[in-house]
């Protein structure tokens, strides 16, 4: 299983590179696979030479922002992981470039810093979903626009408005990142379990404890996984950080480690998503056939 990069990630790597990058130089742009990038104007290329200025996120997006000359105006280089995108850093990139079209996982990779230092942006498997924007501010990229208030700054109050808004069952509603930006199917599963309300919960129907409960579950699992992910292992330790940190996603047919009942799950297609039957729907079994109106 790659565990697709969510908030916790993204905000992580966003920490990473901004601690190694921000206040250096961006010396070149190696594009391998041009399938990747969604704008051309202006173009990579117009990145080299310019200054990191940091490097943050918005929602589940990458935002490396650039300066120029003093007074200039920022440019910015915005990466959408998708589901099988990482992010790789080295201290001993080659010089040569990767090869245009290849068929090796790397995307694109950016020389920032000292010679020799900076990252690789990848994408596993055969499906291509990585994306890439250089434009001038983050909201000039039409997905970004289009985002809800994100999940680690989204008070009590507001998440109470979107659910009362919202007749769509409550994990699609977390993981529609118009309603709310960040969360995707690993930790809203996550989540769902810290505030025991089933999957299945329609958005509209959560009483008010229970909107207390789901608001206190999405700030703590977030920031703890933030924490975790942070730690001395770096980008290269993250994936496997965040399957030792959850509880009951990817564990089908494992003991819930709250109440000892075998974690259960729904799937379709190339997804599925995990749940507790005692601690979420009161001991019942989910249908898959009710999955057709989810995740979509």
Request: charged residues 25%; aromatic residues 4%; proline residues 7%.
């Amino acid at each position: 299983m790659i565990p697709m990069p969510e908030l916790p990630e993204v905000a992580a790597i966003a920490n990473f590179l901004d601690e190694r990058t921000a206040g250096l130089p961006i010396r070149r742009v190696d594009v391998a696979s041009l399938a990747v990038l969604k704008t051309a104007d202006p173009p990579y290329a117009a990145l080299v030479g310019r200054t990191v200025g940091s490097v943050g996120r918005i929602g589940k997006y990458l935002v490396l922002t650039t300066v120029g000359q003093p007074g200039g105006k920022p440019l910015c280089l915005v990466l959408h992981l998708s589901r099988a995108g990482w992010v790789r850093w080295s201290e001993n990139l080659s010089p040569k470039p990767p090869r245009p079209g290849g068929k090796g996982p790397i995307a694109l990779r950016v020389h920032a810093g000292l010679p020799g230092e900076g990252f690789d942006v990848t994408e596993a498997g055969t499906q291509r979903r990585l994306a890439v924007w250089v434009v001038a501010e983050p909201r000039d990229v039409d997905r970004i626009a289009a985002l809800g208030p994100d999940a680690l700054s989204v008070d009590r109050g507001e998440l109470g408005e979107i659910l009362a808004g919202s007749t769509a069952r409550i994990k699609n509603l977390l993981t529609d990142q118009r309603s709310l930006a960040g969360i995707g199917n690993a930790y809203s599963d996550e989540i769902l379990h810290r505030a025991r309300l089933s999957p299945f919960a329609t958005a509209k129907g959560l009483s008010d404890e229970q909107v207390g409960a789901l608001h206190a579950a999405i700030g703590e699992i977030l920031r703890d996984a933030v924490r975790r992910l942070e730690g001395p292992g770096g980008v290269s330790a993250m994936k496997a950080e965040k399957r030792a940190g959850l509880r009951v996603h990817a564990r089908t047919g494992l003991p819930c480690p709250d109440c000892g009942d075998t974690v259960a799950e729904v799937s379709f297609a190339d997804r599925s998503f995990q749940y507790c039957p005692t601690c979420q729907t009161g001991g019942r079994k989910l249908a898959d056939r009710r999955l057709s109106r989810l995740l979509k």
